[in-house]
């Protein structure tokens, strides 16, 4: 019997003991907003980026309404950019600009929506759909923020995005002109020309229109842009292999200096000359082709 309420007492005490425990934890102090966000910055100064990523999350989840929690949503976005995880980035920033409009971190998260799809940007031989979201992307941060320095940097981003895009259809269009469907293949450089006239691919967006006339034996409209490629790139050897071809198919009649490419480079004086000289000439033959696509 003795013993029986020796054990009882034992037990009493050990559960008074159990439930101090559970006290002691409940009163126990979460950890500080800028302990947790310095930790997090931690882990990303020594590149640590994914453990980054949910430490700064963490700091969103104790404490959401602290600043801390702001900053920690734009450093958990660019963790995620560090580690090229940019589905999770972009889905965090625009998260971030929804919910905070007129933060002072607004432009820059905008801007790094915009950085993430430009970083996925594929060779001119893939699908351009990210290529296509880029450019949204860097609009959206130039017409929101005109004056940043973000507007800056993404103008200069959007050129080359733009320049990309008119690569991928100038890509196209030689396809399409090395397998003789000529109508596609002015489609895409007629593209070029309309639609990326700041582009460096234009001058041989040109030049390739007039082939696929000439060889569609449409020689007024190789004439046409022959004068337009002479007009605007007087200077660059598209105008001379396009000159050339006139030359050669599109009855233009040559002196004997136009063998040499000096005169095939008419200077910007005489490109008008040259222009008016373009004459409409008997159907193009087509045996010479298969050597020009390079």
Excluded at 3 to 8: A, D
Aim: aromatic share 10%; glycine share 4%.
């Amino acid at each position: 019997m003795q013993t029986i309420r020796i054990l009882s007492v034992v037990a009493v005490l050990l559960a008074l003991v159990a439930c101090g425990d559970k006290d002691e934890d409940k009163v126990k102090p979460p950890e500080s907003a800028e302990k947790l966000y310095n930790e997090a910055l931690d882990k990303f100064s020594h590149h640590n980026y994914k453990d980054a990523v949910k430490d700064f999350e963490e700091v969103e989840r104790q404490h959401p309404s602290s600043q801390w929690a702001t900053n920690a949503q734009i450093m958990s976005a660019y963790s995620s950019y560090q580690a090229e995880d940019y589905d999770t980035a972009i889905g965090t920033l625009q998260r971030f600009v929804k919910l905070y409009p007129n933060n002072e971190s607004t432009p820059y998260a905008y801007y790094m929506i915009a950085l993430c799809y430009y970083e996925q940007i594929n060779d001119v031989g893939r699908d351009q759909k990210i290529t296509e979201q880029s450019m949204q992307a860097l609009r959206e941060v130039i017409r929101r923020f005109p004056d940043s320095q973000y507007a800056r940097d993404a103008k200069i981003k959007l050129d080359l995005t733009t320049d990309h895009m008119a690569g991928k259809e100038m890509e196209i269009g030689r396809y399409y002109l090395r397998h003789d469907d000529y109508i596609a293949a002015i489609n895409r450089f007629r593209t070029v020309v309309e639609n990326y006239q700041t582009t460096t691919h234009v001058p041989e967006a040109l030049h390739r229109l007039v082939e696929c006339y000439l060889r569609l034996g449409v020689t007024e409209e190789a004439k046409r842009y022959a004068a337009v490629l002479g007009a605007n790139y007087p200077a660059s050897r598209w105008y001379r292999d396009s000159y050339k071809l006139m030359s050669k198919f599109g009855g233009l009649s040559v002196p004997a200096a136009a063998a040499t490419d000096a005169a095939l480079a008419p200077a910007a004086d005489t490109k008008q000359e040259h222009a008016e000289e373009l004459s409409v000439p008997p159907a193009a033959k087509t045996s010479w082709w298969d050597h020009l696509i390079p």
